[in-house]
């Protein structure tokens, strides 16, 4: 299968997935389902959901098991991890955060249904994350509970402060500093420590959650930890790159934005040519510790240059 057929066949069931894991009505009220639905159901690339699939491939690969019982484990983590994801970027698009109106080539959340319609179907997106992680995959085995509890703290340190709320605090202190807050300005140290939280630190979490879930020894998920974090920075570098070279009807989002917000971003502090040398290293990085898993030759290393050659 090439690798562009292999993301197509795990989007479709990843968007299954989540299809059948949202609330409905009578569960939820309705408003709050739409609106929910909206954000979800919208057509991302779907990327941290097909990395958790893809790392749950490849230890079964390492380990000679089923890698179809280890994409069913591992799928309920994956559908999460998107919702906790979405419900990230709805947060960021409201006016008091980035002031977006475009996402994924849609009005954002908070256009369509309002700010305070947009926080909840975030806050509902995220609850409903962690619910799903306690709930499936079901059974008592004490090993499923103890890989589904690693999993739920390893999320929610990943999205909480430690992480991608940390990261966006750090960034959101930076462009709109409190009135009686005023943060010193980044350094380039500051500048990596901020996009490995804001959007490293989910990235990192989809590759270990589906190596817990399928079963990874400590040999395996260390270089693997390892892979998700260099890919993780990659994809943030990549990220600010395109925000200077890309448009609006390719990037599905306002384009330019973080300059004009005065943003800390790669290009800013290191120029183009320099920021695009500095996620070769992290692709350079991610591959090595590939190659120590004995997994150079998986998904993973196409999903790691996919994330490179980015172009939207
Ligand atoms: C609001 C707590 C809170 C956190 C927000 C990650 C983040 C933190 C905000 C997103 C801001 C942003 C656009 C960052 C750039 C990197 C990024 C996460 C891009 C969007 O991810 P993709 O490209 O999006 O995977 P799709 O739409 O394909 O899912």
């Known amino acids: 299968m090439t690798f562009d057929a292999y993301v197509e066949a795990r989007r479709k069931e990843i968007d299954a997935a989540l299809q059948a894991c949202l609330p409905r009505s009578p569960q939820v009220p309705d408003v709050i389902a739409g609106a929910m639905h909206y954000s979800l159901m919208s057509g991302g690339k779907r990327l941290r959901p097909i990395l958790v699939i893809a790392s749950a491939e490849a230890v079964a690969q390492a380990l000679g098991s089923s890698e179809a019982a280890a994409r069913d484990t591992a799928m309920p983590a994956a559908c999460a991890i998107e919702m906790i994801h979405s419900y990230s970027l709805v ?23 309002g700010e305070g319609m947009a926080i909840l179907a975030g806050d509902g997106l995220q609850a409903e994350a962690f619910s799903l992680l306690a709930r499936e995959p079901q059974g008592h085995h004490p090993t499923l509970i103890t890989r589904k509890l690693r999993v739920i703290a ?17 960034d959101l202190a930076a462009v709109k ?27 990192r979490a989809s590759v270990a959650a589906g190596a817990i879930m399928a079963g990874a020894d400590d040999r395996v998920f260390a270089a693997l930890d ?15 790159i395109l925000d200077e070279e890309g448009s609006a009807s390719t990037l599905g989002k306002t384009a330019g934005k973080d300059r004009a917000a005065g943003k800390p971003t790669y290009p800013s502090f290191f120029g183009l040519d ?28 196409d999903i790691a240059s996919w994330i490179i050659e980015r172009k939207t």
């Open 91 to 113: 947060h960021d698009d409201l006016t008091a955060m980035d002031d977006d109106d475009l996402r994924r080539g849609r009005p954002t959340a908070h256009v369509v249904q």
């Open 154 to 170: 390893l999320v929610a340190d990943a999205a909480g402060a430690a992480g991608m709320v940390g990261g966006q605090a750090i």
């Open 177 to 203: 500093p409190g009135p009686q807050y005023r943060p010193p300005p980044l350094d380039a140290d500051g500048l990596q420590a901020m996009h490995l939280r804001k959007t490293g630190a989910l990235i």
């Open 226 to 240: 390892a892979f998700g974090l260099e890919i993780g920075l990659a994809f943030q570098i990549v990220d600010d």
């Open 274 to 301: 320099e920021s695009r040398t500095l996620a070769a290293g992290c692709h350079t990085r991610a591959r090595l510790a590939l190659e120590r898993a004995g997994l150079l030759d998986s998904r993973l290393a």
